[in-house]
């Protein structure tokens, strides 16, 4: 019976040897490889979404007159798409017929007034010379009498009362001189002054009018590329072209200089911290997915935060 429990007992302990082996040496399956984690460089590539743009570039619009009452303007002469220009070129042109033509008419209004207080000056320094010499001989009078009164002692009553007769109308003649060549004074000056005021202002009127008519040419401010702006016109959009009439202030083009480009994007609000000058970056275009631009940070503008 002994010997029974010992056999037992070999055999219990050989199964359990042979499964502990079986285990240790079974083949790991591929689906559980076990990999090897290094410490490296981690790198996050981020992704923004933006518009390529000129560093430098001016938008043209039609020009809004002063104290006209213009509803459109027509094109005559416009530079086309994609032209290459100058500083000094010329861009566009609009109708100034009506522009010219007023300012010729505020031009003769300001002639006629300027004209007009030069001849009233004329006539009053003329008309203060001959109160002048009224003056002049009435004081002569006073003292030519005054100096009759002297000899009344050896006059008689009647020539007497006669030089003091003239003596008292010389002093009222003299007084009422003085008095009224103050009031011819005043009152030319004040007439000359109204024509000067209507002189200057239409010389302000004529300088408007001139700056009206040098608006209807627009030159480029700088040198660049003629990029026309798409606009509201007859019932659907387009490019503005030679005869259209458009509204004053409406943008027409933009003069684009394209030496040198910057690309503006808009960055997440969560992405913010993750952005540093200087990190390196690569620009693609959607026109050119096959061209990689790798600019330097400084040539960057980033945005705020979208």
Do not use: C
Request: aromatic letters at 4%.
């Amino acid at each position: 019976m002994t010997s029974l429990w010992v056999v037992a007992g070999v055999l219990v302990a050989s199964a359990i040897l042979a499964v502990v082996f079986y285990r240790s040496h079974k083949p790991v399956a591929d689906s559980q490889a076990i990999a090897t984690v290094e410490r490296t460089q981690f790198v996050r590539v981020l992704r923004l979404k933006g518009t390529t743009e000129a560093v430098q570039s001016r938008t043209i619009a039609a020009p809004i007159l002063a104290g006209a009452q213009l509803g459109t303007l027509v094109i005559t002469r416009l530079a086309p798409a994609g032209a290459k220009v100058k500083r000094g070129d010329l861009l566009v042109e609009f109708d100034r017929q009506a522009q010219i033509k007023d300012a010729l008419d505020k031009q003769a209004d300001y002639q006629k007034f300027a004209s007009q207080v030069g001849e009233n000056q004329a006539q009053e320094d003329a008309a203060k010379a001959k109160d002048e010499t009224e003056l002049k001989q009435a004081e002569d009078e006073l003292k030519k009498d005054d100096l009759e009164m002297r000899r009344n002692e050896i006059l008689s009553r009647i020539d007497v009362e006669k030089n003091q007769e003239n003596l008292e109308q010389a002093k009222a003649n003299l007084l009422q001189l003085h008095q009224t060549f103050d009031l011819k004074r005043r009152s030319a000056q004040a007439a000359i002054r109204i024509l000067e005021l209507q002189r200057d202002r239409s010389h302000e009127d004529m300088l408007h009018a001139q700056g009206n008519a040098n608006q209807m040419q627009i030159l480029a401010p700088i040198d660049g590329v003629v990029v026309l702006h798409t606009v509201w016109k007859q019932g659907s959009m387009g490019e503005v072209k030679e005869g259209d009439q458009v509204r004053p202030g409406i943008s027409l083009m933009d003069v684009v200089d394209p030496s040198l480009m910057q690309v503006r994007v808009l960055a997440n609000q969560q992405d913010i911290a993750d952005l540093r000058i200087g990190q390196p970056a690569q620009v693609r275009l959607d026109a050119y997915p096959e061209i990689v631009f790798h600019p330097g940070w400084r040539n960057w503008l980033l945005s705020g935060a979208g």
